[in-house]
């Protein structure tokens, strides 16, 4: 006839199966994480419902008494069933897109990177890896699936379409132009250092002073590596700014960085932040980015 009396606490015979395995009540406690007192006070509680010893006590270590070897192989086979078990029933693990995105350093801190939770919320089956570079990665080579690009939407070999316009103007911080030394005309811009990013193909400055009538031979113009740098240069006092409006709106909301010269802003529509692909027709991952894009551009 069976027993009918009643199996040991599950969580004793999980601390025994640790201990046991392990030859260590502590390895075995950081492993189901709990103390090591609390695996011993588990493993005596279960000797004492047993009625054997199932572990000879040392100074600095453990082993099992034969009674206690005996129980192991069959309390570990016993885990080993569950275990497999709850292998072979679990749901699979749902399936995950990777998608590699390349953009601009600044474009991924300044707008992207607060929105992306909403994202993730959205497509919790897609990875997106950003791979921030100034130099524009090779979409149609596959150095990255998609980008988001900034400029006039003119890139050779790939497909483009614009997800929003960008407004430029210039922009420094508060002190540059306070008092006498405010700047009333776009000349007044070649007393200061002009900070310029790196840029492939640069063309803000030059669209800028083109629809303003200013030579900008004679400019003093500092080269940073990065949009980024610039905005910091420009927050620090250190010269005037091409401001792209999308990138500084928070900068320009809390007054940190003003407009240089008021009512002096380049909306040119073809000016713009832009999704890029290569031709022919994109998998789903990158069809989905390409519409979450689209509608958080239209909300911004």
């Known amino acids: 006839m ?12 999980r601390a025994f199966e640790a201990a046991a395995r392990r030859l260590s009540f502590s390895l075995a406690g950081e492993e189901l994480f709990v103390t090591q007192s609390a695996i011993s006070h588990h493993i005596q509680r279960l000797e004492a419902e047993l009625g054997v010893t199932l572990f ?10 034969p009674a206690g070897q005996a129980y192991y192989e069959r309390v570990h086979a016993a885990f080993e069933l569950l275990r497999q078990g709850t292998e072979t029933i679990r749901a ?5 897109d990777t998608l590699r995105v390349g953009l601009l350093a600044s474009f991924a801190t300044r707008w992207l990177a607060p929105r992306l939770p909403d994202f993730a919320a959205s497509h919790p089956d897609i990875d997106l890896q950003l791979l921030p570079a100034i130099g524009l990665a090779d979409v149609a080579a596959g150095e990255v699936d998609v980008a988001i690009r900034y400029g006039r939407g003119t890139w050779p070999g790939v497909r483009s379409r614009r997800l ?4 430029l103007s210039v922009v420094c911080a508060p002190a540059l132009v306070a008092g006498r030394r405010r700047p009333r005309a776009p000349a007044d811009l070649l007393r200061y250092p002009l900070l310029v990013s790196h840029a492939q ?5 030059d669209a800028w002073a083109r629809q303003h009538g200013l030579d900008l031979s004679r400019a003093q113009t500092v080269h940073l590596h990065d949009y ?9 006092g250190q010269g005037m ?19 240089a010269l008021p009512d002096t802003a380049l909306d040119d529509p073809r000016i713009g932040w832009w999704f890029v692909g290569p031709r ?4 789903a991952a990158a069809q989905a980015f390409q519409a979450w894009l689209t509608q958080a551009a239209a909300d911004a």
């Open 92 to 96: 699979p693990a749902v399936a995950r």
């Open 2 to 13: 069976r027993s009918n009396r009643s199996l040991p606490a599950l969580v004793s015979l």
């Open 201 to 205: 193909l640069p063309f803000e400055w």
């Open 241 to 259: 700014a091409m401001g792209r409006h999308r990138l500084i709106a928070t900068q320009l909301a809390s007054g940190a960085l003003v407009e």
């Open 280 to 283: 022919g027709k994109s998998g």
């Open 228 to 236: 980024n740098i610039v905005v910091e240069a420009a927050l620090a």
């Open 164 to 167: 929003m316009p960008e407004r």
């Open 56 to 65: 000879e006590r040392r100074t600095r270590a453990v082993a099992l008494t």
